[in-house]
Antibody, heavy 121, light 110 residues
Framework: QLQLQESGPGLVKASETLSLTCTVS??????????WGWIRQPPGKGLAWIAT???????YYNPSVKSRVIISIDTSKNQFSLKLGSVTAADTAVYYC?????????????WGQGTLVTVSS | QTVVTQEPSFSVSPGGTVTLTCGLS?????????PNWYQQTPGQAPRTLIY???FRSSGVPDRFFGSILGNKAALTITGAQADDESDYYC??????????FGGGTKLTVL
């Protein structure tokens, strides 16, 4: 059974860089059938797609955060990561990693439990 | 940037039918946008209900039905139950490697 688990600091200072890792178990991150993505949800608000990556390194970014975000993948560790720079209070959110079916159903079909990241001033 | 619109809230009586919609601030939603629907309960990750407009995800009851109605994607729930009380989100593929979630609909069953 596929499982995704987010990890990283729960508290980040404003203007610094938020770094999160998603560890995938029960399946290979190098599968040609799937991409891997990050979605966030500010407290009490809706979902927002941030970025998606393929095992080959192909990346897709939300234009609204593209200048501050880097998504990367480490197939040897079965992990992918997110870095978000110059954070502000508006970046406080639960961050989810998810398996993303790109080119087919476009579905985010498996999600991690999410991790809350708070940006402090 | 195009905004994906959803009703902020909706209410349905137990056993009733409700249709939630997913539209665009400019233009019409079609199957080419691959509308997907997710259900989220408090403190939980979202789960897929409907993908590619009208395909139910594994284990989703056939009370949930996806379609295109007019210029919007739609999620219809029939025979509403208490545990359908959740937040519902749609996401659309805008092309060029960009996906946009709607603001979500909070469904109350009472």
């Amino acid at each position: 059974q596929l499982q995704l688990q987010e990890s990283g600091p729960g508290l980040v200072k404003a203007s610094e860089t938020l770094s999160l890792t998603c560890t995938v178990s029960g399946g290979s991150i190098s599968s040609s059938s799937y991409h891997w993505g990050w979605i966030r949800q500010p407290p009490g608000k809706g979902l927002a797609w941030i970025a998606t990556i393929y095992y080959s390194g192909t990346t897709y970014y939300n234009p609204s955060v593209k200048s501050r975000v880097i998504i990367s993948i480490d197939t040897s560790k079965n992990q992918f990561s997110l870095k978000l720079g110059s954070v502000t209070a508006a970046d406080t959110a639960v961050y989810y990693c998810a398996r993303h079916i790109v080119g087919g159903t476009q579905d985010f079909d498996n999600w991690g439990q999410g991790t809350l990241v708070t940006v402090s001033s | 940037q195009t905004v994906v619109t959803q009703e902020p809230s909706f209410s349905v009586s137990p056993g009733g039918t409700v249709t939630l919609t997913c539209g665009l601030s400019s233009g019409s939603v079609s199957t080419n946008y691959y509308p997907n629907w997710y259900q989220q309960t408090p403190g939980q990750a979202p789960r897929t209900l409907i993908y590619s407009t009208n395909f139910r995800s594994s284990g989703v009851p056939d009370r949930f039905f996806g379609s295109i109605l007019g210029n919007k994607a739609a999620l219809t729930i029939t025979g509403a139950q208490a545990d359908d009380e959740s937040d519902y989100y749609c996401v659309l593929y805008m092309g060029s490697g960009v996906w946009v979630f709607g603001g979500g609909t909070k469904l109350t069953v009472l």
